[in-house]
Nanobody, 127 residues
Framework: QVQPIESGGGLVQAGGSLRLSCALSGGTFSTYRLGWFRQAPGKEREFVAAINRRGATTSYADSVKGRFTISRDNAKNTLYLQMNSLEPEDTARYFC????????????????????WGQGTQVTVSS
């Protein structure tokens, strides 16, 4: 059973930084397309960032572009989300998502394009 496992969330002041990590248990990490999504209380889940299998192509939501960086280390089987200049509006539960795919190059911002989801890690940004 493939299971993404997130870590690294916490409480931070506005303007601060956090780095989220996601490990993938039960699967060959390099064969998965990966993404980060988030959900704030009372709101729908939304796309944050995505990365292809090679790690060479990334995509971002407009709201985080220039502040967040997604990356992956296939040797360490870990996905990262570096979050800088955090704002109170970034407060949400952050989820790692994965789909095994033969395509090396494509990313996706659509939740329906991912099959495996973690339990999430809470990020709270105080003003």
């Amino acid at each position: 059973q493939v299971q993404p496992i997130e870590s690294g969330g916490g409480l931070v002041q506005a303007g601060g930084s956090l780095r989220l990590s996601c490990a993938l248990s039960g699967g060959t990490f390099s064969t998965y397309r990966l993404g980060w999504f988030r959900q704030a209380p009372g709101k729908e889940r939304e796309f944050v960032a995505a990365i292809n299998r090679r790690g060479a192509t990334t995509s971002y939501a407009d709201s985080v572009k220039g502040r967040f960086t997604i990356s992956r280390d296939n040797a360490k089987n870990t996905l990262y989300l570096q979050m800088n200049s955090l704002e109170p509006e970034d407060t949400a539960r952050y989820f790692c998502a994965a789909r095994q795919t033969p395509n090396y190059d494509r990313t996706s911002s659509a939740a329906k394009d991912y099959d495996y989801w973690g339990q999430g890690t809470q990020v709270t940004v105080s003003s």
